[in-house]
């Protein structure tokens, strides 16, 4: 088996602040992803890849950056915090992309912005 | 567009009771159906996911039964345990091989 590791676990900053979200996998996944996770909304996509050096924009973008630097990793950067904002980042990874493919998650990055 | 709603946010039951979490979809597609299990501070993970031959999926003691006519996942198992407390997610993976989630049901069994 593989395991997703999140970096770092908890992440506090300001208002304004740039913040970087870091995850790596070790099951040679092709696809990974970024989500979002807020009480009662479900899991929104922010940015996925389908292959190194791939981006693709989900539904929830804007306000975000992402970088697949290598297959193994996948970051989002936060380009300016927003104060009180609290969420969960999960970050997560696949085969491939496909209608019957399960998906990987790490345990998340969890952010409070001051 | 494509569409999973769960209509309950919360859910608590007694221990030993049978549990049913409401999922329903919308799609364009003939679409597969997941459910994903998030213990606390833990990651999402898969618990089920339909077939393609009517097949009914089981997991833990927890199965789920695609209904077509009725557009509906719900997943069920007889007798709840303790540590069947989390947080419960449908999803649908529609044309663009893009995963739907619904909002999320939080399960509490109490003893």
């Known amino acids: 088996g593989g395991i997703i590791t999140q970096t770092p676990k908890f992440l506090i900053g300001q208002e304004g602040q740039k913040l970087t979200l870091k995850c790596q996998q070790n099951f040679n996944h092709d696809t990974m992803y970024w989500y979002r996770q807020d009480s009662g909304k479900g899991l929104r996509l922010i940015y996925y890849?389908?292959?190194?050096?791939?981006?693709q924009k989900g539904d929830l973008s804007e306000g975000y950056d992402a970088s697949r630097e290598k297959k193994s990793s996948f970051s989002l950067t936060v380009t300016s915090a927003q104060k009180n904002e609290m969420a969960v980042f999960l970050c997560?990874?696949?085969?491939?992309?496909?209608?019957?493919?399960?998906?990987?998650f790490g345990k998340g990055t969890r952010l409070t912005v001051v | 567009g494509d569409s999973v709603t769960q209509t309950e946010g919360l859910v608590t039951l007694t221990e030993g009771l049978p549990v049913m979490l409401n999922c329903t979809y919308q799609?364009?597609?003939?679409?597969?159906l997941f459910w994903y299990v998030q213990h606390l501070n833990e990651a999402p993970k898969l618990l089920l996911k339909s077939f393609t031959d009517n097949k009914r999926p089981e997991h833990q003691g927890f199965h789920a039964t695609l209904h077509k006519s009725s557009s509906s996942f719900h997943l069920q198992k007889s007798s709840a345990q303790l540590s069947d407390s989390a947080l419960y997610y449908c999803?649908?993976?529609?044309?663009?091989?893009?995963?739907?989630w619904g909002s999320g049901t939080k399960l509490i069994i109490k003893p």
């Open positions: 997560a990874s696949s085969i491939r992309q496909g209608a019957n493919t399960e998906v990987f």
């Open positions: 890849s389908i292959t190194e050096n791939d981006l």
């Open positions: 799609s364009t597609y003939s679409p597969f």
């Open positions: 999803a649908l993976s529609g044309g663009n091989y893009q995963l739907i």
